[in-house]
């Protein structure tokens, strides 16, 4: 058999990124405050960069204007008399709303915070309930023993060996159910639950007493979360759909329901344990205003502006004029001039 060589040309397309594109990339993915601090880490580890300070330098030109004015006594007292009339009454009411401003101008945050705890909120609301001093105990240890998302882990065998430990009362796995259903009741919904599935549970049953219309649905997405919670964490909606024998669009509409509910109810109470919750920062920004116009921007409150440093361009100058130099030396003494 005779063997046979021959060449074949295969041409194929490529793409690949460049360095500063995969960086581009990567960037793109951090939210505003990542970002933020991504930014601010550069600024502190390259030395060839400097952050932009306009505020300073537009402070300082006022300050020396205002230095060199020369405000007469007449002036001077009725600059005075006006700034007693000038206080808040004196602004217009259409500043004083929301959304009720022109396109060059934008809302400021004003920060606030809740000083009411995670616990003391379920305490005022268990203040409100009929009961004994020995329930009353044991629902304010069942919440003390909650998690910072509102969520019951411990055990109620170890909540009752706890209180005649540490607390000497004796309370039965019984008198602890009563109480932490009487908690489950607490808003916000799914408060108390010790488990996902029992916290979505609780949800839907403070949905159907909120609501009087919507029953058939409520029960799909009970029957959902109560018998194929399984397939529903797996995202087997066939499996769902054939066991509970439901239509395509009642299983879209009570899966789009119960989306909405809050896998972490403690987590919209405030403080938890002392602790802040952390702050929401958008990396966009929507901003509506009266004449229908709408504006998309960026969120780029905190970002430092920068700019190379003056010394690192200089030096860079500096090297690039020497490179200049050197090679024009070398080029002269390499070409010398032949005489006759």
Same mark, same amino acid.
């Given at each position: 058999m005779?063997l046979?060589s021959?060449?074949?040309?295969?041409?194929?397309?490529?793409?690949?990124?460049?360095p500063q594109?995969i960086?581009v990339v990567?960037?793109l993915?951090l939210?505003?405050?990542?970002?933020?601090?991504?930014?601010?880490?550069? $600024? #502190?580890?390259?030395?060839?960069?400097?952050?932009?300070?306009n505020?300073n330098?537009?402070?300082?030109?006022?300050?020396?204007?205002?230095?060199? $004015?020369?405000?007469?006594?007449?002036a001077?007292?009725?600059?005075?008399?006006l700034?007693?009339? #000038?206080?808040e009454?004196?602004?217009?009411?259409?500043?004083?709303?929301?959304?009720?401003?022109?396109?060059?101008?934008?809302?400021?945050?004003?920060?606030?915070?809740?000083?009411t705890?995670?616990y003391?909120?379920?305490?005022?609301?268990?203040?409100?309930?009929?009961?004994t001093?020995?329930?009353?105990?044991?629902?304010e240890?069942?919440?003390?023993?909650?998690d910072?998302d509102?969520?019951?882990?411990?055990?109620?065998?170890?909540?009752?060996?706890?209180?005649?430990i540490?607390?000497?009362?004796?309370?039965? #796995?019984q008198?602890?159910e009563?109480?932490?259903?009487?908690?489950q009741?607490?808003?916000?919904?799914? /408060?108390?639950?010790?488990?996902?599935?029992e916290c979505?549970?609780?949800?839907?049953?403070?949905?159907?007493?909120e609501?009087?219309?919507?029953?058939? #649905?409520?029960?799909?997405?009970?029957?959902i979360?109560?018998?194929?919670?399984?397939?529903f964490?797996r995202?087997?909606?066939?499996?769902?759909i054939?066991?509970?024998?439901?239509?395509?669009?009642d299983?879209?509409?009570?899966?789009?329901e119960?989306?909405?509910?809050?896998?972490?109810?403690g987590s919209?109470?405030?403080?938890? /344990?002392?602790?802040n919750l952390?702050q929401?920062?958008?990396d966009?920004?929507?901003?509506?205003?009266?004449?229908?116009?709408?504006?998309?921007? $960026?969120?780029?409150?905190?970002m430092?502006?920068l700019?190379?440093?003056?010394?690192?361009?200089?030096?860079v100058e500096?090297h690039?004029?020497?490179?200049?130099n050197?090679?024009?030396?070398?080029?002269?003494s390499?070409?010398?001039?032949?005489?006759?």
């Open positions: 005779a046979i021959y060449q074949k040309q295969i041409q194929t397309a490529q793409q690949t990124l460049s594109q960086l990567k960037l993915e939210p505003a405050m990542e970002l933020e601090d991504r930014v601010r880490a550069e $600024l #502190l580890e390259n030395p060839a960069l400097e952050e932009i300070a505020d330098a537009t402070e300082d030109s006022v300050s020396g204007e205002t230095d060199n $004015l020369e405000v007469s006594g007449d001077a007292n009725d600059y005075d008399s700034k007693d009339y #000038l206080t009454d004196d602004i217009p009411d259409y500043k004083l709303q929301e959304n009720n401003r022109s396109k060059d101008e934008r809302a400021e945050d004003i920060p606030f915070s809740d000083t705890s995670f003391e909120l379920l305490q005022e609301q268990l203040g409100e309930q009929d009961l001093e020995h329930q009353k105990a044991l629902a240890y069942l919440i003390g023993s909650f910072d509102g969520l019951l882990r411990k055990s109620l065998k170890n909540i009752s060996e706890e209180l005649a540490y607390a000497g009362i004796n309370a039965s #796995l008198e602890l009563d109480a932490l259903t009487v908690i009741d607490f808003d916000p919904p799914g /408060i108390g639950a010790r488990n996902l599935q979505l549970l609780i949800q839907i049953k403070h949905r159907r007493k609501s009087q219309t919507e029953y058939p #649905l409520l029960d799909i997405q009970e029957a979360i109560r018998d194929c919670y399984t397939e964490t995202k087997h909606w066939d499996k769902i054939q066991k509970l024998k439901l239509s395509e669009d299983f879209k509409a009570a899966i789009r119960i989306i909405k509910l809050n896998p972490c109810p919209s109470l405030g403080e938890a /344990i002392g602790r952390q929401i920062i958008p966009f920004i929507v901003d509506v205003y009266d004449e229908g116009f709408i504006n998309l921007s $960026l969120n780029n409150r905190g430092p502006q700019r190379m440093s003056r010394e690192f361009t200089e030096m500096e690039t004029k020497n490179n200049q050197k090679h024009c030396s070398q080029n002269n390499c070409h010398i001039p032949e005489y006759p």
